[in-house]
RNA sequence: GGUUCCUUAGCCAAGUGGUAAGGCAAUUGACUGCAACUCAGUGACCGCCAGUUCGAAUCUGGCAGGAACCU
């Protein structure tokens, strides 16, 4: 028996949070985070987490539970929100997703395997990305017809697996590509424009809730090659604290990364899974979010 | 008023006679272990007019706009 799940999604600063925490508190849910930055602790105002407040007391999962220098990846994810799933259901709750990032929620909801790599023996530095790229035409050819060759870091990826004994093209071809839940995948969308203009916004808004302050304490603390920094928003001071860049330019960079970052989220949610969209500045689109959900979750829930 | 220089895609910018590099932005797309990542596709009547030439973004003249200096 597959658990129902709920995923919400969309781009960046279309109000996934909220309506996440509505629908929860409609049908008796948790929140899983499904966003590969804010797991991070410390990283508050420029991943845009939720703020206690925003929760109205709604459980949030996997929020806020990392270092800044802690790796954290796909695979971990899809582990931990799997169990997050099966826990928050089987004390009879509705598990509900809610994030932006493609990756991490499809390979949640997909029968995406992952195994062992050991990727401590290669690093590859000093080899050219042609030379790897015909190492891999090697010994994974068929892993390399959906590679470009430019792409360094998936041939990389690639590389590792294939000597760690496992291709690439192998694994994914025992998988069935299909759902392992009971997914209901809402989409949230609005005007591009209008979009773009609110994350110009909420850029603004950022700074003046103190981003600046929050990246001051994070540059005395860490690194900046610390995975957790790496976020939009984040990133993009490294240059303004090495004298590089006005703190003018940050914020702008921070928004045009914002946008670009939008667009991605839109080309992989369209093309990548089943999304319903609803269009957040449309009247009475969350009332038509709960009808489906009703239809799909309680209706059947009684049989 | 005079002298010199500049004008190439939304922005930056190569190119000095043979039919327009590159970067950024924009836009479209790919994506199975860094995914807020990484990668790919897409764009120009070279300020305007006239002339020289088989051929002009490239040479000449004029016009327009701009910059610096001089008076």
Redesign the pocket.
């Known amino acids: 028996m597959s658990y129902k799940v709920i995923a919400v999604v969309g781009p960046?600063a279309v109000g996934k949070s909220d309506v996440g925490v509505r629908l929860a508190q409609l049908f008796n849910g948790e929140i899983i985070n499904g966003?590969?930055?804010?797991v991070y602790k410390e990283?508050n105002i420029?991943?845009?987490?939720v703020t206690e407040a925003e929760m109205q007391g709604i459980p949030h999962h996997l929020l806020d539970y990392k270092n800044v220098g802690d790796?954290?990846?796909?695979?971990?994810?899809q582990q931990d929100a799997r169990k997050k799933i099966e826990e928050i259901a089987s004390r009879g709750k509705l598990p509900i997703i809610v994030?932006?990032?493609?990756?991490?929620i499809?390979?949640l909801l997909?029968?995406?395997?992952?195994?062992?790599?050991d990727?401590e023996l290669n690093e590859y530095e000093d080899e050219d990305t042609e030379e790897l790229y015909q190492r891999l035409l090697k010994l994974d050819p068929k892993a390399t017809e959906?590679?470009?060759?430019?792409?360094?870091?998936?041939i990389?990826?690639?590389l590792?697996?294939a000597e760690?004994g496992?291709l690439?093209s192998e694994?994914?071809a025992e998988?069935k590509?299909e759902m392992i839940y009971d997914a209901k995948i809402i989409g949230l969308t609005m005007d591009?424009t209008l979009l773009?203009e609110r994350i110009n916004k909420r850029v603004d808004l950022m700074f003046e809730a103190g981003l600046l302050d929050e990246v001051n304490k994070l540059n005395e603390k860490y690194d900046w090659d610390m995975?957790g920094l790496?976020?939009?928003?984040?990133?993009e001071f490294r240059d303004y604290f090495l004298g590089n860049m006005t703190l003018e330019d940050t914020r702008e960079?921070i928004k045009?990364?914002?946008?670009?970052?939008a667009?991605?989220?839109?080309?992989?949610w369209?093309?990548?899974m089943p999304v319903k969209w609803y269009d957040v500045l449309k009247d009475g689109y969350f009332e038509e979010i709960t009808e489906d959900i009703r239809e799909w979750y309680c209706d059947q829930k009684t049989d």
Request: hydrophobic share 25%; net charge positive.
């Open positions: 960046t966003d590969s930055i804010q990283l420029g991943s845009a987490k790796d954290y990846s796909v695979q971990q994810f994030g932006g990032t493609g990756l991490y499809k390979a997909y029968d995406y395997a992952f195994t062992k790599i990727t959906v590679i470009h060759p430019n792409n360094r870091r998936r990389v990826r690639a590792q697996m760690s496992n690439k694994q994914e998988q590509h591009r773009k995975h790496h976020g939009i928003g984040y990133k960079l045009t990364h914002t946008r670009q970052f667009k991605r989220q839109y080309t992989w369209n093309n990548q």
